[in-house]
Every structure is written in C-alpha cells, then in structure tokens.
C-alpha cells in the first residue's frame, strides 16, 4: 500500500477555504468512514489511506480531504483542500487550503468529469471486500497503479462500460484494498459503497 505519495503536478496555494463553503457535510462523512477504518493510518507503514470529496455546486471545483490526513480525528476544515483546476490527462491538479489535496485527487476530478450530477466522491480501504469483489464487480486494471492519468482513465473507461450511472462502485485493481464509489447526494453515494461492498 503506497496511499498518500502524491504522483501528480500539483500547485498548492496556502490560504484558508472560502468562508462561504461548507465542508460540514463531507467532514461528518469522512469522519463516518473512519468509524469503520476505512479511512485512517497505516501504522507500520506511516502513511494515511482513504479520502472523501464533494463538489461545490455546478462547477468542476470540488473539496477533498488533504493528503495525509488519515490519522486525524475528528477531521477539521484545516484538512480540507479546495481543488480549483484538474486535468487529468495532463497530470495537473491546482488546490487551495492550509493543506494540499489528497494523492487521488485526480481519480475525484475523472469521476466529476465523466459524470455532471455527481456530487460526492468516497475512496475506502477494506481488504475483504476488495479480495472478495476483485474482479467480480466493475474492477479497474490491475497494471494500473493509483494517482496517475491512467487510473483516471481507467475510472472514466469503466464509468462508459456501466452506464454513466449517476451511483456507483468500483473496485480499483491496482491499488491494494481500494474501494471507490459516488453519488449525487451524500447518502447516495454512502449507499452505493455499502451496497457494492455486499457479496455478488
């Protein structure tokens, strides 16, 4: 598991988020999330796994929880970013907040392109689901490695194959124990990571 090493371009700007934003909602989710221990810290290998992020209205922006950030609870707006500008395919992401986006946010950004009602991004860490759904649900290459434009191409190849479904699950094949699903509300996409975690 190599969770939380940043593998994009990434410009960072260090102020705090727009007062305007509420980031409550994606905070109680992650927290949720880390309830479960499918968010938190690896503990041998010292390094965070799992992130969440909502986008802010109609527009491509989006937050999500910082890089390394899995050891914190309860998570603070501190540990939040603001992605501004992604592009996957180039592997650029520009963020803003106290802390830089998470090293998946270019997987967050594939999913928000591909798919315009979606609001809400979850990335989880469980080991048996993960052995147990690999290759059973829609699972991405596992010659793909996380946090690369390939990963985000990978997600968009997948998200065409099923559908363009506004809720959904996948398993990420080369990422060990990775889990990702969306939704256009909170629970939705809360639903559809419970719900794909179910044995086929």
Not at 31 to 37: E, F, H, Q, W
Not at 42 to 52: A, M, R, S, T
Not at 55 to 77: E, H, K, M, N, V
Request: proline share 4%; aromatic share 8%; net charge negative.
């Amino acid at each position: 598991m190599q969770e939380g090493y940043t593998k994009y371009s990434l410009k960072h700007i260090n102020k705090e988020l727009p007062e305007a934003i509420d980031a409550s909602g994606l905070l109680g989710l992650r927290d949720r999330l880390y309830d479960y221990g499918w968010i938190g810290l690896h503990e041998e290998l010292g390094v965070g796994f799992g992130n969440v992020s909502e986008r802010i209205g109609s527009t491509d922006r989006f937050l999500i929880s910082g890089t390394q950030t899995g050891q914190y609870y309860p998570l603070r707006r501190e540990h939040i970013a603001l992605v501004t500008k992604a592009n996957p395919k180039k592997n650029k992401l520009t963020c803003e907040g106290l802390i830089a986006a998470s090293s998946e946010g270019l997987t967050h950004a594939a999913v928000y392109a591909a798919l315009s009602d979606v609001r809400y991004v979850i990335h989880i860490h469980e080991a048996a689901a993960w052995q147990r759904l690999l290759g059973q649900a829609p699972t991405t290459d596992a010659a793909v490695p996380y946090g690369t434009p390939q990963m985000a191409a990978e997600v968009q190849r997948l998200i065409a194959m099923m559908g363009h479904p506004v809720t959904g699950f996948l398993v990420m094949g080369g990422h060990e124990d990775g889990l990702l699903a969306w939704g256009d509300t909170l629970l939705s996409a809360e639903a559809a990571l419970l719900h794909g975690m179910r044995p086929q």
